[in-house]
Protein backbone atom coordinates (compact mmCIF):
# COMPACT_ATOMS: atom_id res chain seq x y z
CA UNK A 1 0.00 0.00 0.00
CA UNK A 2 1.24 3.50 -0.67
CA UNK A 3 0.41 7.10 -1.27
CA UNK A 4 2.08 9.93 -2.54
CA UNK A 5 1.63 13.10 -0.74
CA UNK A 6 2.59 16.58 -2.75
CA UNK A 7 3.00 20.33 -1.16
CA UNK A 8 0.55 22.82 -2.77
CA UNK A 9 0.75 25.62 -0.41
CA UNK A 10 2.34 26.39 2.51
CA UNK A 11 -0.49 24.96 4.76
CA UNK A 12 -1.98 22.69 1.70
CA UNK A 13 -1.19 19.23 0.57
CA UNK A 14 -2.89 16.57 -2.03
CA UNK A 15 -1.96 12.72 -0.90
CA UNK A 16 -2.78 10.58 -3.83
CA UNK A 17 -3.43 6.64 -3.74
CA UNK A 18 -2.04 4.32 -7.11
CA UNK A 19 -5.43 4.87 -8.29
CA UNK A 20 -5.56 8.58 -8.56
CA UNK A 21 -8.28 9.01 -5.91
CA UNK A 22 -7.04 12.09 -3.97
CA UNK A 23 -7.33 13.09 -0.29
CA UNK A 24 -6.78 17.51 0.79
CA UNK A 25 -4.99 17.93 3.59
CA UNK A 26 -5.14 21.56 5.54
CA UNK A 27 -3.20 22.83 8.02
CA UNK A 28 -4.51 26.09 8.31
CA UNK A 29 -7.08 27.92 10.73
CA UNK A 30 -10.30 26.12 11.18
CA UNK A 31 -12.04 29.49 10.00
CA UNK A 32 -9.70 29.16 6.44
CA UNK A 33 -9.86 25.28 6.12
CA UNK A 34 -10.43 24.01 2.61
CA UNK A 35 -9.45 19.92 4.02
CA UNK A 36 -8.85 18.41 6.62
CA UNK A 37 -5.94 18.54 8.68
CA UNK A 38 -3.85 14.93 9.68
CA UNK A 39 -5.29 13.86 13.43
CA UNK A 40 -8.78 14.64 11.67
CA UNK A 41 -7.61 12.41 9.08
CA UNK A 42 -6.87 9.98 11.50
CA UNK A 43 -10.05 10.23 13.11
CA UNK A 44 -11.88 9.81 9.79
CA UNK A 45 -10.14 7.08 9.31
CA UNK A 46 -10.54 5.20 12.21
CA UNK A 47 -14.71 5.77 11.84
CA UNK A 48 -14.62 5.19 8.45
CA UNK A 49 -12.98 1.60 8.74
CA UNK A 50 -15.14 0.92 11.62
CA UNK A 51 -18.50 2.00 9.60
CA UNK A 52 -17.46 -0.16 6.80
CA UNK A 53 -16.99 -2.96 9.37
CA UNK A 54 -20.07 -2.78 11.48
CA UNK A 55 -22.47 -1.79 7.99
CA UNK A 56 -20.86 -5.41 6.44
CA UNK A 57 -21.65 -7.05 9.72
CA UNK A 58 -25.29 -5.75 10.00
CA UNK A 59 -25.93 -7.20 6.46
CA UNK A 60 -24.64 -10.51 6.50
CA UNK A 61 -27.16 -11.08 9.34
CA UNK A 62 -30.14 -9.44 7.18
CA UNK A 63 -30.32 -6.00 9.23
CA UNK A 64 -31.73 -3.11 7.12
CA UNK A 65 -29.65 -0.33 7.45
CA UNK A 66 -31.05 3.45 6.54
CA UNK A 67 -28.12 5.12 8.30
CA UNK A 68 -25.07 5.11 9.74
CA UNK A 69 -22.68 8.50 11.39
CA UNK A 70 -20.28 7.93 14.30
CA UNK A 71 -18.91 11.07 15.64
CA UNK A 72 -15.80 10.59 16.50
CA UNK A 73 -13.88 12.67 19.33
CA UNK A 74 -10.18 12.54 20.24
CA UNK A 75 -7.96 14.26 23.03
CA UNK A 76 -4.54 14.89 22.04
CA UNK A 77 -1.77 15.44 24.54
CA UNK A 78 -0.71 19.14 25.41
CA UNK A 79 3.55 18.65 25.10
CA UNK A 80 4.74 17.46 21.58
CA UNK A 81 4.03 14.85 20.08
CA UNK A 82 0.92 15.71 20.28
CA UNK A 83 -0.23 11.99 19.95
CA UNK A 84 -4.17 11.40 20.52
CA UNK A 85 -4.83 9.70 24.25
CA UNK A 86 -8.46 8.61 23.94
CA UNK A 87 -9.97 8.25 21.43
CA UNK A 88 -13.72 7.34 21.60
CA UNK A 89 -16.45 6.34 18.64
CA UNK A 90 -20.15 7.36 19.28
CA UNK A 91 -22.02 5.29 16.59
CA UNK A 92 -25.33 6.41 15.53
CA UNK A 93 -27.46 3.69 13.82
CA UNK A 94 -30.89 4.39 11.97
CA UNK A 95 -32.49 0.71 11.10
CA UNK A 96 -35.90 -0.51 12.17
CA UNK A 97 -34.91 -4.10 12.47
CA UNK A 98 -31.11 -4.59 14.34
CA UNK A 99 -31.46 -5.09 17.92
CA UNK A 100 -29.45 -2.59 20.43
CA UNK A 101 -27.68 -5.83 21.81
CA UNK A 102 -27.30 -6.56 18.11
CA UNK A 103 -25.92 -3.29 17.35
CA UNK A 104 -23.70 -3.10 20.49
CA UNK A 105 -22.05 -6.42 19.93
CA UNK A 106 -21.10 -5.71 16.23
CA UNK A 107 -20.24 -2.16 17.31
CA UNK A 108 -17.66 -3.67 19.41
CA UNK A 109 -16.31 -5.89 17.38
CA UNK A 110 -16.32 -3.43 14.38
CA UNK A 111 -14.26 -0.32 16.45
CA UNK A 112 -11.79 -3.40 18.54
CA UNK A 113 -11.54 -6.25 16.45
CA UNK A 114 -12.23 -6.12 12.93
CA UNK A 115 -10.88 -2.61 11.77
CA UNK A 116 -7.32 -2.34 10.81
CA UNK A 117 -7.01 1.22 11.86
CA UNK A 118 -8.02 0.45 15.07
CA UNK A 119 -5.84 -2.41 15.17
CA UNK A 120 -2.81 -0.10 13.72
CA UNK A 121 -3.78 2.38 16.72
CA UNK A 122 -3.01 0.19 19.50
CA UNK A 123 0.10 -1.32 18.15
CA UNK A 124 3.60 -1.09 17.91
CA UNK A 125 4.20 0.53 14.79
CA UNK A 126 7.86 0.71 13.34
CA UNK A 127 7.96 3.73 10.99
CA UNK A 128 11.30 4.95 9.30
CA UNK A 129 12.07 7.84 6.94
CA UNK A 130 14.56 9.00 4.14
CA UNK A 131 15.47 12.21 2.95
CA UNK A 132 16.08 12.77 -0.84
CA UNK A 133 17.50 16.11 -2.02
CA UNK A 134 15.26 17.04 -5.69
Known amino acids: MKTTTTLLGDYEFESVNPNGNKV ?6 ADEKNGQSPTELLLSALAGCASVDLVQMLKKRKKTVNGLRIETEGTRQEEQPRFFT ?3 LHFILES ?3 TM ?11 TKYCSVAGTLKSEVEHSFEIIRD
Open 24 to 29: HIDMRP
Open 86 to 88: HIK
Open 96 to 98: PDA
Open 101 to 111: EEFTKLGHLAA
